[in-house]
């Protein structure tokens, strides 16, 4: 598995678990700062990535034109950068299995 780290998150993420989601990326170092939700969206369907995000506009977006990209939705209220990488670890057998499977266009982790 493989993430579109919205800028919603922390760039520090793609260091932080890249062990489990290599090939991640974060959407200021794509180039991609300021961009619409659609253009990410599209981002990440052309990459094969999934995007994660805190944004619910990117669940929205799932409903309406279906998957691929998947979209996982960290679902934190304030927190720290480090309580985002602690959820995505203890969730990452959950996600990779969302992330092979057919079914399903987002998964909310809280």
């Excluded at 794509?30 to 619910?56: H, N, Q, Y």
């Excluded at 499977?101 to 987002?106: I, L, N, V």
């Amino acid at each position: 598995m493989k993430f579109l780290i919205d800028e919603n998150l922390s760039e520090f993420l793609v260091d932080a678990l890249s062990d489990i989601a290599p090939g991640s990326i974060h959407v200021r170092t794509a180039g991609l700062g300021g961009a619409s939700d659609v253009r990410l969206w599209e981002a990440a369907l052309a990459g094969g990535f999934t995007i994660l995000t805190r944004d619910e506009d990117f669940i929205r977006l799932s409903i309406a034109r279906g998957h691929p990209p998947k979209v996982v939705h960290v679902q934190l209220g304030n927190c720290m950068t480090r309580d985002v990488v602690d959820l995505i670890r203890r969730g990452s057998n959950r996600i990779s299995e969302f992330f092979t499977s057919s079914d399903g266009g987002f998964l909310v982790v809280c």
